[in-house]
C-alpha cells in the first residue's frame, strides 16, 4: 500500500516539483547502452537503457541529474490523481492537490532517524513544503494537508490528530510528520 499526501488551498497554487536543485544538462553524449557523457565532463551508468530510438534532444530533456542526494529532495504538487476526488470531503478549502515528497519522506519521527541518521538529510521536504505554504499564504487564510493510505481516502479522519501550525512560530523539524488520515491546517 501507498501513502498518499494532499493539499488544498482557498486559490489555485502552482504546480511542479519545488525545492530541488537538478545540474543544468547542456551537451549529452552517448557512449554506450547504459552510459553517456554529460557536460563533457561526467559519465553516468545507467541502469536501464538510455537511447532506444530516443533522438540526443529526448535524451537530454529526460534526464534529472544531480550533484547531491540533498539536491534532489523537495515536494512535488500535481492535480488531483483519477480516483482521488473522493478526498475533497475532507477540506474546506476549494482547489485540492496531490502533494508528494521528493526523493525524501513526511516522516522525520525517531524512528525514522534512528533507523537511517540524524540532521537536515531528512527534513528537507518539511523546509520545502513549509515554505511553499509560506510563500503563497496570506493572513487571515490557511492552506490544509491531510495523508491516507491508498484506497482509504473515503475513510474519516482522524480528528484526535488534527492540528493547527503556525509558520511564523519557531519550527522544530526534528520530530515532525505527517501521519495517516491526520488533517493539519497551516497558517500564517
Avoid at 5 to 11: E, L, N
Avoid at 97 to 112: E, H, I, K, T, W
Avoid at 158 to 179: C, H, P, T
Amino acid at each position: 500500500m501507498s501513502q498518499f499526501y494532499y493539499i488544498a488551498s482557498p486559490r489555485k497554487l502552482d504546480i511542479g516539483t519545488f525545492g530541488t536543485k537538478k545540474v543544468d544538462v547542456e551537451e549529452v553524449e552517448i557512449i554506450s547502452t547504459y552510459k553517456i557523457l554529460v557536460n563533457s565532463t561526467r559519465e553516468i551508468e545507467c541502469e536501464f537503457p538510455i537511447y532506444e530510438g530516443k533522438s540526443l534532444d529526448e535524451v537530454k530533456k529526460g534526464l534529472m541529474i544531480y550533484d547531491t542526494e540533498e539536491d534532489a529532495k523537495g515536494i512535488y504538487i500535481g492535480e488531483l490523481s483519477n480516483g482521488a476526488e473522493m478526498v475533497k470531503h475532507h477540506f474546506t478549502n476549494e482547489f485540492v492537490y496531490d502533494l508528494a515528497p521528493v526523493f525524501g519522506n513526511f516522516d522525520c519521527s525517531y524512528y525514522f532517524k534512528g533507523n537511517y541518521g540524524e540532521g537536515d538529510r531528512y527534513n528537507k521536504c518539511f523546509k520545502v513544503l513549509f515554505e511553499y505554504i509560506r510563500e503563497r499564504l496570506n493572513h487571515g487564510e490557511f492552506i490544509e494537508v491531510f495523508a491516507s493510505w491508498a484506497d482509504e481516502e473515503k475513510l474519516d479522519r482522524k480528528v484526535e490528530l488534527d492540528r493547527d501550525i503556525f509558520l511564523n512560530d519557531e519550527i522544530s523539524y526534528g520530530d515532525f510528520q505527517i501521519k495517516d488520515r491526520q488533517y493539519t491546517r497551516f497558517f500564517l
